[in-house]
């Protein structure tokens, strides 16, 4: 018994310090078990539209009050093909990176000679993919170029700074191409799906809560909160129309309606305590670190460097929005 019961015993101190700690342990549970309810009473109440990101062009579901949920369907499967030429172009410099200008090594060449059959057998079936006759020509030149590149090192038995700065500008122009066809695509299908559902919904979506999902990389321009903005208008991008930072590509139905209830619900908190429904939609703590911040910046000499502030509920985009000099997007670069 001595192994269970022995060792020191915790101080006066130390119990009442992990009493007061428990509270914040206790408060998940509380929230979990209310989250529940709010969420039943929410989508009792109020239509969702939940935009996932998916490889496959996004997946949209709506949730209508006392109905199955609907989901919508998936992208024309030409924005996959695009999307997988362009990767599979993309892929080829960062997989020779690590060998670049090194005779010596030769460890590339078994990966390399694997990808170079499977972009053979994706250019030997283009033809049969479906893809438009118009768009096809360009895929075949990118998926060629490919080929060669790898060909070329294989001739030469190195892979070469020279050679893969030629490739990537080479592949350029066509990448520009087909990344904007997948982007047409994409929006185009998600447009008509969005407005099919605004009719649907009637009176009833201006009530409406719709939230998409984004990682880092993908929260500016993100397209399918953009999408979903042009439906709900300006006066719904963060108070209805929320977009949810998370940190991987893809996440669940029911992991989005779970923070979609947290930030709802937390909202009657921040309105009762505080007198602010959107309070509780930032860092509660932020304002007063800023002060803080201030304050210990200017003793140590320092000028502080802090975003302006901003009211809570504000209704600006969820992403940079302030205009400053150099390319915004694929087609202002030369």
Known sequence: MNIVVGGERPGPADTARQNVLALNQAMFGLYDGASRVFRRNILAQHPVILALFSGAGGRLILYRPGQPPLEAPSVPVVYQLLKSVGHATMVLPV???????????????????????????????????????????????????????????????VITFAAVNEFTRKQGPNLKKIIAWAAETQVAHWMGVVAEWKTLLGADWDKAYGASN?????????????????????QAINSRLILIETVSFTTTPEDMLQSLTRIIGDRTVGALFFGNSAVMDYELMGGNARDAIVAEAGKRGMAPFLPPLVPFGSNQWPALITPGPGAGSLSQLP
């Not at 984004?214 to 300006?234: D, E, K, M």
């Open 214 to 234: 984004t990682i880092y990389v993908a929260r500016q321009n993100n397209i399918l909160f953009s999408v979903l903005a042009q439906f709900f208008g300006p």
């Open 95 to 157: 997989t020779a990176g690590p060998h670049i200008d090194k005779p010596a090594d030769q460890s590339w060449r078994g990966p390399m000679a694997a990808f170079r059959a499977q972009l053979q057998s994706a250019l030997d079936g283009l033809d049969q993919t479906g893809m438009p006759d118009d768009w096809r020509g360009t895929n075949r030149e990118i998926l060629t170029n490919n080929i060669a590149f790898i060909d070329d090192c294989f001739a030469k038995g």
